[in-house]
């Protein structure tokens, strides 16, 4: 058995090894840092921006949706809890990132809010309200502010207005509006027979034809080294997982 000295010795040692430049407790900053940065979604590489585009395109969906429903109002309300989260971000450097796509986000949920909540029975208004934020976002490009977030909010509206032509196109209106009105027990049984409609030769080639050019738009933004053309990507992404999270639900028996 080693002696007492032995013990004594390696217990001296510990705290100047933890303490040290390389020690254990020297790394945490580091670490801590570099979370601190992807837990602030401030992305380094193009698949992290383009996962925060997918998550956050998901956002008015999964999470709007069912409250906008019972409650409007707030909806509308809570976009003003956007916009001041992201003008608190922006400008600190570490945060600008989520800043902008906090901003960039808040256009969308109000849109989300005001059709849901009072529009929802017509599907023609769906996107001309959608487009709310458009004439912001094109002037923020024009004048170079704010790319992230304004790439956000049209990523995510080029996103609804191809889905929402792939509807108009595929004469699907007549189901969303009975969706709108029938009891969300009926909900399932509408959204299967609209799911018929589309299973023709037309109904499948041009969903083809849709999800390959919002993938080409999301591969040429991906390759890019600009950040905001990774959030671009990455709503475009979304869309396409999101629509098709409908379809395989339509599909089941």
Known sequence: MHDSTYFNAIAIRIPAI???PSGFLALIPKQLAAAIDALLLNPRSAGLGITLGIFLVSVPVFF???LVRTAPVLCVALTAVWVWLGE?????PRTAFVGELCVGLSWSW?????????????PLWHLPIESIGLPIAL????RG????GHWFYLGSLLGTAVTDLYFYRLHLMPYWRAMMVAPPADGITIVQAAFTQIQTVEGVMIAMACAAFLLLLAWIGGRSRQRHYWV?????????LVDSLFVVLASLP
Not at 139 to 142: A, T, V
Not at 232 to 240: A, E, H, K, Q, R
């Open 18 to 20: 933890a303490s040290g």
């Open 110 to 122: 109000l849109a989300g809010a005001i059709y849901w909540g009072w529009f929802r029975w017509e």
């Open 232 to 240: 671009f990507s990455g709503t475009l992404v979304g869309t396409l």
């Open 145 to 148: 502010r704010h790319r992230v």
């Open 88 to 92: 608190q971000c922006r400008p600190h």
């Open 139 to 142: 002037w923020g490009l024009y």
């Open 64 to 66: 709007e949706a069912p």
